[in-house]
Structure formats: structure tokens, C-alpha cells
């Protein structure tokens, strides 16, 4: 996809991985709606880059159409959506109420399904849709294994919409990276952190995710031998 031009929608534009992706995009030359759950970043944000904003809770469905809706009309149409939204939750598989993994979930993997369904009639062809999973949907991990779960069942969606709208020229990015310099476990919906690796810095992401949206890839992944971020 040419980013260049490109009408883009990121939704989680507030938090660390999404706003970085922003400044990235908006470098490139993308024209950029954003959503996000913190109001005051967010309007910040759609002041910096001169951007329309809408406020998102992907635990609310209204709220993804209204996003969605927004972005739409203030860029008269859609070419790409950049899905990335995610709170983790720590603790041995058994450990966590229905309540938590219910929370777990929506945020996780139900509300980011539903706000790419509700993007689907909008986007323009050839279009893409970068989604945000994780390391750990290939690769569960003990101590995060409800947020693993998770993830993976995103992860299982986007792999599932690639291969039923590759014929149509929509392109679906699946972003797995590892453990990131993003304070992600300060903002656990439940539970203490597990002994986690080095971080892995933001921006190396971010200049993946921006080479596979150019050559049209499907997958930013850690690659555990290797030590180093792939695309394929």
C-alpha cells in the first residue's frame, strides 16, 4: 500500500505504540483520523497533526461505529485501519474472575474484532488493516496465559479475514511484537507481572510495521532464534 496520501484511521492513537505509529504515518504522508480512549492525549494529538478525533472504548460497540462513521466523513473515505489497542492481565491460568477475563477479552480481542467489522464496508480497495496482537499469541507464556488466549483469538481473526479478502486487495498486517519499552505492565487489568525479558524498543516496531504496510507483507513477528523483529 502506498501510505503516501492514504486515508488512515488509528485507533488506540493515545497509547505508546499507537501514538508512535501516528508520528510514523503521519511522516510518511498518510492523512490520519485518530481514536483513543484518553480524551486530553487525544486531543492533543489531533491538534499536532492537524487530525479529526473521536473518542473510542472498544468495549462499547456504538462507540467503534461512531469512530469509525467519524473518520470516514471528516476524510472522505477509508484506505487503511491501524488496530492498536490492548491491557494485560497477569496470573496463573485459574487465577482470574469471570468478570476479569471477561474485561480481558473485550479489550483484547472482542472490541478490536468488532471495530474491524464495523471498518470492513468502508474501506476502499486496495485497502489495509494493521492489527496489533502479540509474541504471545504464537508463543503463550506462563503467568499471562488469559492475556495469551486473548490475544491469539485476535491474532486467529486477522489470519482468517486476510485469507477471505486477499482476492479483494485488502491487506491484513498481524504486528506480534515482543515485550515493548511501553510501561505495559504498570496497566494490568489484574495481577503482578511475570519475570519478563528486556524490552524491545518501540520504534524498531514502528519502522516494521511501516516497511510491511509499504511491501504489502502480513506479519511483524519476533523471531526467537534470531533475536530480531521479521516480516513476511
Not at 106 to 117: F, H, R, T, Y
Not at 173 to 183: A, N
Not at 199 to 221: F, T
Amino acid at each position: 500500500m502506498n501510505i503516501e496520501g492514504s486515508r488512515t484511521l488509528v485507533a488506540g492513537a493515545t497509547g505508546e505504540l499507537g501514538s508512535a505509529l501516528t508520528r510514523a504515518l503521519h511522516a510518511e504522508g498518510a492523512e490520519l483520523a485518530l481514536a483513543g480512549r484518553d480524551a486530553e492525549r487525544l486531543s492533543a494529538l489531533g491538534d499536532e497533526f492537524d487530525a479529526p478525533t473521536a473518542r473510542l472504548d472498544v468495549r462499547d460497540p456504538e462507540s467503534s461505529r461512531t469512530a469509525i462513521d467519524a473518520a470516514t466523513a471528516a476524510l472522505g473515505g477509508l484506505d487503511c485501519l491501524v488496530v492498536s489497542i490492548g491491557v494485560p492481565g497477569f496470573g496463573p491460568t485459574g487465577s482470574a474472575s469471570r468478570d476479569h477475563l471477561r474485561a480481558l477479552f473485550e479489550v483484547n480481542a472482542l472490541g478490536p474484532m468488532e471495530l474491524i467489522d464495523a471498518a470492513l464496508p468502508h474501506l476502499d480497495l486496495p485497502g489495509a488493516v494493521v492489527g496489533v496482537s502479540a509474541i504471545v499469541a504464537e508463543y503463550p507464556a506462563g503467568g499471562i496465559g488469559h492475556y495469551s488466549a486473548a490475544k491469539a483469538a485476535f491474532s486467529a481473526y486477522l489470519t482468517a479475514l486476510r485469507r477471505e479478502r486477499r482476492r479483494d486487495g485488502l491487506a491484513v498486517i498481524d504486528v506480534r511484537p515482543p515485550h515493548l519499552d511501553t510501561r505495559f505492565t504498570e496497566r494490568a487489568l489484574f495481577g503482578s507481572a511475570p519475570e519478563l525479558p528486556e524490552p524491545l524498543a518501540v520504534s524498531e516496531v514502528v519502522a516494521a510495521v511501516i516497511g510491511a504496510l509499504g511491501d504489502d507483507r502480513r506479519l511483524v513477528a519476533w523471531d526467537l532464534k534470531a533475536r530480531e523483529l521479521v516480516t513476511a
